[in-house]
T-cell receptor
Framework: ELKVEQNPLFLSMQEGKNYTIYCNYS?????LYWYRQDPGKSLESLFV?????AVKQEGRLMASLDTKARLSTLHITAAVHDLSATYFC???????FGQGTTLQVKP | DTGVSQNPRHKITKRGQNVTFRCDPI?????LYWYRQTLGQGPEFLTY????????KSRLLSDRFSAERPKGSFSTLEIQRTEQGDSAMYLC????????????FGPGTRLTVT
């Protein structure tokens, strides 16, 4: 059974700090996705990673993929309050999601 | 392009009743997916369509659940004889091959079974 594990599950950080969220998955997948979800809202697509070594950046968020290690990271640079949300990684076409990482950025 | 839409946004029903949800995908997208999300969890895959063909169903989808996409455009998800455990957010997403199958999600239908 394909499993996707994220850590940490909850992250409280101060504005201006850097941190990384990790996403491990148990079998091969040719693609990995990162989504953001605000409370009570639907999911917003952040990144699509399609190959080993892929790196994508948008603003203060950068995602990378290592298919050999079955690992993706979402790095947050100089966090701001607006980044507070739950972040999900997901793999394969039909999307198997991790448990989500709830990020709380404090002023 | 108005995005993926879902109706209704909220549904409260009594146990044992049937409910039906509708999803309208982004117009040029040929794939449509249904997911279920409970509080504090990631979405769980239920089923997906390519055009009008239902290509995969999760084991989570019991016999009480049925989904259709009759003309390859909008889709419906019906739950018969609802149970309290069916209470969840039901999310629809659509994608096309041209976008690496990146899925765009609708706002969801929140079902509460009393």
């Amino acid at each position: 059974e394909l499993k996707v594990e994220q850590n940490p599950l909850f992250l409280s950080m101060q504005e201006g700090k850097n941190y990384t969220i990790y996403c491990n998955y148990s079998t091969t997948s040719d693609r990995l996705y990162w989504y953001r979800q605000d409370p009570g809202k639907s999911l917003e697509s952040l990144f699509v990673l399609l190959s080993n070594g892929a790196v994508k950046q948008e603003g203060r968020l950068m995602a990378s993929l290592d298919t050999k290690a079955r690992l993706s990271t979402l790095h947050i640079t100089a966090a701001v309050h607006d980044l507070s949300a739950t972040y999900f990684c997901a793999v394969t076409g039909k999307l198997i999601f991790g448990q989500g990482t709830t990020l709380q950025v404090k002023p | 392009d108005t995005g993926v839409s879902q109706n209704p946004r909220h549904k409260i029903t009594k146990r044992g009743q049937n409910v039906t949800f509708r999803c309208d995908p982004i117009s040029e997208h040929n794939r449509l997916y249904w997911y279920r999300q409970t509080l504090g969890q990631g979405p769980e895959f239920l089923t997906y369509f390519q055009n009008e063909a239902q290509l995969e169903k999760s084991r989570l989808l019991s016999d009480r659940f049925s989904a259709e996409r009759p003309k390859g455009s909008f889709s419906t998800l019906e739950i018969q004889r609802t149970e309290q455990g069916d209470s969840a957010m039901y999310l629809c997403a659509s994608s096309s091959s041209g976008t690496a199958y990146e899925q765009y999600f609708g706002p969801g239908t929140r079902l509460t079974v009393t």
